[in-house]
């Protein structure tokens, strides 16, 4: 006998509402997509199907783990764990300070609305800045553009009045995480934006699963979206399809960009990226030219295809420019999409918000130089902070819901910074390649072992519409178990160290530990639904909130969007003067293709490639290459080949596909173990390949936020018959 329980997945920002069935002991044994759900309507991807198996999983952890001089992890009591960690943590605060101690947000850590508050809440505590996350090595760009060009009060355009869309380096029907484009049920999302009559742009090395909408599909080799984004830029304000009475009131140094997108023509441009100049023209009047004698709708949006290559944040700068110059926000009178449910129903109002360059002020690393942006110092340089002793050196690293010695660029260094720290405490369910490396590890409750709640903070970019789910608690922990709430671990160890935790504002009682009900309501205290009308809702609900409409800007405000500020166009300068990549390519003896980073709808980062329902469909990560170039190569899909960079080496199966453009090679990050493991494609137990391991962090990091280049690396194809 089975009975049916409802929550969602918080794997993403999909959010997916899950039918569980669940036997007579209370197990989930299967899931399924919930039809009846509003927003999601019966989609899940096979990631959240397969969360069952994930708890079940014989490879789970269930008790923390202490690792022993010799290697060896044994099996220690929660609370004994607590108290040395604490202990350690005590003895390194008095010596080096509490900066010496550090924490790593992982993706999971970001989907857990609990433990992503608490995690920089004890670091506050502690009196520690030292705060690290994905973000940094992943799309830090839009918040470096933010900061450096300003942002729109109210937001882009809303998706549903979109008469055109353009996606760069994103593909929003796998991925799940484009910002101008709803994470769910993104299939029938765009159906029904096809059948309003909105039109797509997509530039991406590979014919994407989203280019294939496309009315305009453009092809660049990778590492170019700098220039192409420049020649777009400058046909619009040749052609005079700039919103100009935008431009006037709101825009700083329109006549400067001019000049710095002077070189950028599109003869220059078609030269170096490989799009035609009458497709480059196609795409940039597609998306600006008016219709009818009216302005067009719609904005671009970037993913990580252009946040980790070269130039990136330039690329997402001039990529909002794109935006700015079309004036493609949500204007006075245009109703607010998402008022806000578990966020507050603030006002949005037409107006600018002024550039702020907070990296340029405050603390500084003494490893390059870098500032911080939103409160977080650059994951880019977390090993050198690790490596480089003096003050402030990192010396104990908690790390929760990552993986970072798998995810982080410069494996084989950055594995060795983890493996020199005094104290390296990893929070995970499973063994995973850092957990293997920690002095700790401590197993959390897994998704349906808890409640929770969608994103707050960033609600108005991933629902289109007022809409929560109280994802209720819906299995226990596997009897005998010993795993705790993420949140826990921070708020015992804080207890233990005396030292009080505020929580999103309130100060806890750090005598009784708090219930995840009682975090949850904090984080939702504010917001424009009340807590306990969301958990009435645990099969979500869009709920019935107040419309609001977008508010006219102050008229005494004199803030402006910077297009052209001096640091943005001396990158112009030097991008107009560099070679192009393909003569890159060509200059390195013997590298033959460029290396792109590629996304796929089986696996999250690091997360469960492990089960085998994933395994069957993706046993490891291929290299994907046109069958023109593994015919020029003399090899077929399932023959081994080696890639090599300036940096490392990896060895891979190829895989014909295409999609791909000829001369470029993709293959998915997040995959492999630590450097030293053994890969074997014919075993299905393999872990694939490292792809970070073509990386470096020793040079070429972004000035401003330390991003390495981790897509379009210049690469040698070797067979290996």
Not at 122 to 130: D, P, T, V
Not at 306 to 317: C, D, F, K, T, W
Request: hydrophobic residues 45%; proline residues 7%.
């Amino acid at each position: 006998m089975t009975d049916e329980a409802i929550t969602s997945c918080r794997i993403c920002a999909g959010m997916c509402s899950l039918r569980l069935a669940r036997d007579a002991a209370g197990r989930i044994v299967s899931a399924r997509g919930d039809k009846a759900n509003p927003l999601t309507r019966g989609y899940a991807c096979i990631k959240g199907l397969q969360l069952p198996a994930a708890h079940a999983s014989p490879d789970r952890l269930l008790h923390p783990l202490k690792r022993l001089a010799d290697g060896r992890f044994v099996r220690v009591p929660l609370d004994e764990a607590l108290d040395e960690i604490a202990e350690r943590l005590r003895g390194l605060i008095d010596a080096h300070g509490p900066e010496s101690i550090a924490g790593f947000r992982g993706t999971m850590n970001y989907s857990n609305q609990t433990a992503n508050a608490m995690l920089p809440a004890w670091l506050a505590a502690l009196g520690s800045n030292s705060f690290f996350s994905t973000m940094t090595i992943d799309q830090s760009a839009k918040w470096v553009t933010f900061e450096r060009l300003g942002g729109w009060a109210a937001g882009r355009d809303p998706f549903v009045l979109a008469d055109v869309l353009m996606f760069v380096g994103t593909n929003p029907l796998v991925t799940l995480s484009t910002f101008n484009f709803p994470s769910q049920h993104p299939v029938q999302q765009m159906r029904e934006a096809l059948a309003r009559g909105t039109r797509f742009i997509v530039i991406d090395p590979r014919r994407s699963e989203t280019a294939r909408h496309a009315s305009v599909f453009l092809q660049p080799w990778p590492g170019e979206d700098a220039a192409l984004l420049a020649g777009l830029l400058r046909i619009v304000l040749d052609e005079g399809w700039h919103d100009a009475e935008f431009c006037a009131h709101h825009v700083h140094g329109l006549d400067a960009l001019r000049r710095a997108l002077a070189p950028f023509d599109a003869a220059a441009v078609s030269q170096r990226t490989g799009v035609s100049a009458e497709s480059l023209h196609e795409a940039a009047a597609l998306f600006a030219r008016p219709e009818g004698g009216h302005r067009k709708r719609g904005s671009a949006a970037s993913g990580t295809g252009a946040n980790m290559g070269p130039h990136s944040n330039l690329v997402e700068h001039l990529l909002e420019c794109l935006n700015v110059v079309c004036g493609r926000y949500a204007r006075a009178g245009d109703p607010v999409a998402n008022p806000g449910v578990l966020a507050p129903p603030v006002p949005r109002r037409a107006e600018v918000i002024a550039p702020r360059r907070s990296w340029e002020q405050g603390w500084k690393s003494r490893v390059g130089g870098y500032g911080m942006l939103f409160g977080q110092k650059m994951t880019g340089v977390l090993g050198d902070e690790i490596r480089t002793p003096g003050p402030g050196q990192v010396r104990a690293l908690f790390v929760d819901g990552g993986n970072p010695a798998v995810a982080m660029p410069d494996q084989a260094r950055f594995v060795e910074s983890l493996r020199a720290l005094e104290l390296l405490v990893t929070i995970d369910p499973f063994m995973t390649a850092t957990a293997r490396l920690s002095h700790f590890v401590i197993p959390p409750t897994m998704m349906f072992e808890h409640a929770d709640l969608g994103t707050r903070d960033y609600e108005s970019f991933v629902l289109h519409v007022p809409y929560a789910q109280y994802a209720q608690k819906v299995a226990e922990p596997p009897a005998g178990a010993e795993v705790v709430d993420d949140w826990f671990v921070f708020w015992a160890l804080a207890k233990r160290l005396d030292r009080p935790i505020v929580f999103d504002g309130v100060t806890l009682d750090m005598d009784t530990p708090p219930t995840q009900e009682e975090l949850l309501a904090i984080l939702a205290r504010h917001g424009g639904v009340p807590f306990d009308e969301i958990r009435a809702h645990p099969e979500g609900k869009i709920f019935d909130v107040p419309p609001m409409q977008v508010q006219a800007g102050d008229p005494a405000g004199s803030a402006r969007f910077e297009v052209a500020p001096a640091d943005v166009v001396r990158e112009l300068d030097a991008v107009a003067a560099e070679p192009d990549l393909r003569h890159d390519v060509a200059g390195h003896a013997g590298f033959t293709h460029l290396l792109a980073v590629r996304r796929v709808r089986d696996v999250q980062n690091t997360m469960y490639r492990h089960l085998d329902a994933i395994r069957k469909r993706l046993p490891h990560n291929p290299a994907w290459l046109h069958p023109d170039d593994l015919a020029a190569l003399g090899i077929a899909s399932g023959h081994r080949l080696a890639i090599e960079s300036a940096h490392g080496r990896i060895e891979a199966v190829a895989e014909g596909d295409d999609s791909m453009r000829p001369g470029v090679v993709s293959i998915s990050h997040g995959w492999g173990g630590l450097p030293d493991d053994a890969w074997d494609a014919t075993d299905p137990h393999s872990a694939g390949v490292n792809v970070n391991r073509l990386t470096t962090t020793r040079s070429g990091l972004d000035p401003i936020n330390a991003m390495p280049r981790l897509t379009a690396l210049p690469v040698r194809i070797v067979p290996l018959h």
